[in-house]
Structure formats: C-alpha cells, structure tokens
C-alpha cells in the first residue's frame, strides 16, 4: 500500500510539474507568442516587454518542463513550442479561465470598442466566404508571423504597414482581420484604422492557436 501511495504521488507530482511551469503570466504570454512561429529569445522579451535575462529565466522553466524547445541556429538560440499540444494546452486553460472568471469576461468585453466588432462567421462559413473571394481575410501580424502559419486564404499586410497599404484592400468587401488571438490588440486597431477609412472591417477574436495550425519549422 505504502508502494501504491508512493507511486501516485510521483504520478501527480511529475503532472504538476506542466502547471507549475505554466503558472506565471509570463510564462503563458510566451507561450502565446511561440504559437505564432519560433523567435529569439530577444523577439520574445521585446514583444513582451520583459528583460532578456527575465525572458531567459521564463523560458529556462518552460524548456524543463519540456513544453518548448530550442534549436541553435548561428548565432541565435530559436525557441519553439516542443509540440501542437503545447498549444492546445494554451487554447483549453485560457478558455477554462474565461467560463469561471467573471472578471477575465468582463476585461474581454471591454477590449470591444464597438458593439459590433467582433465577426460573426463561424470558422466554416469563414473560410468558404474567404474561398469564394466575398470576404478579405487580413493577417495583421509581423510578416514572419504569418509566414510560419496563417488562417486559410489570408493575406498578409501587418499592422505598422497597414496605412500606408490601405489600397491594397477591396472597398467593396467586408474585411475580417485576426491577430494572434483574443489577447492580441493588433486586430482590434487594425479594424479602427480600416473603419476611419471607410472600410467595412470585422475582427477575428481566434488566431492560429484556436484554429488548430501548427507553425511550419
């Protein structure tokens, strides 16, 4: 009996151990940023505004619970998610977190500007739209981004080159744009600038996590 205690304890301890990694804000923040392609460590602590020494000390605990890995390449370190899981794991505890927190709901509304803002089209009608050239759908990304994995029939224009390739874009056309997920805030001011303009813009809250994609390597 002591044996068979023993031996649940190690099971749920090694268990443990993927949410002990994951239990920093940071930590899930890189994780969401490694679902869009693999980075540097410097890509990463920049785009989430930490230090590079933080940044590597966050990934350190990541890598040891084998939920990323690296690759050398050069001079560079290339980070990437060990596998597509890791990012399920992401997709299914962020959603946990907004069906039991209130507070995570109304925090999410409030990233809304507009009633309605968000597109209505599921994934299905989307992409068949998208197919048939009745809808854009706009990766607002970094080009690199978008290049490692994107929506079906997407194009890519990313948001700090957005203005100055508004002509690019269909006016005639309703334009759903995406980012990197409901957390991301480049699509909601991508569709502010598209609007300004006159352009009949939607946002996507889902990005290539939600959608399953896996960045090419």
């Not at 874009?169 to 980012?179: E, F, G, Q, T």
């Not at 598209?194 to 990005?207: I, P, S, W």
Request: hydrophobic share 45%; proline share 4%; net charge positive.
């Amino acid at each position: 009996m002591k044996d068979n205690r023993r031996t649940k304890d190690m099971l749920f301890e090694q268990v443990a151990r993927i949410g002990k990694a994951a239990c920093s804000p940071k930590r899930l923040e890189l994780i969401e940023l490694l679902c869009q392609g693999e980075k540097t460590v410097d890509a990463l602590a920049k785009e989430a505004s930490i230090s590079v020494k933080l940044a590597s000390a966050h990934l350190g605990q990541l890598r040891a619970a084998h939920l990323v890995e690296t690759e050398k390449q050069g001079k560079h370190v290339l980070y990437r998610l060990a596998n597509r899981d890791v990012a399920g794991f992401w997709v299914v505890i962020r959603a946990l977190a907004e069906d039991r927190l209130v507070e995570l709901r109304l925090a999410l509304d409030q990233l809304a500007r507009h009633p309605k803002e968000l597109a209505p089209h599921d994934r299905d009608s989307l992409v068949k739209l998208a197919r048939k050239g009745e809808v854009v759908v706009l990766d607002v990304r970094p080009a690199g981004e978008f290049l490692a994995a994107h929506l079906p029939f997407a194009r890519s224009i990313p948001l700090d080159e957005l203005k100055t390739r508004l002509s690019e874009l269909p006016k005639d056309k309703a334009i759903v744009a995406y980012c990197r997920g409901p957390y991301c805030l480049m699509a909601r001011d991508a569709v502010d600038i598209l609007r300004k303009k006159g352009f009949d813009a939607l946002r996507l809250a889902e990005g290539v996590a939600e959608w399953g994609l896996s960045p090419v390597r």
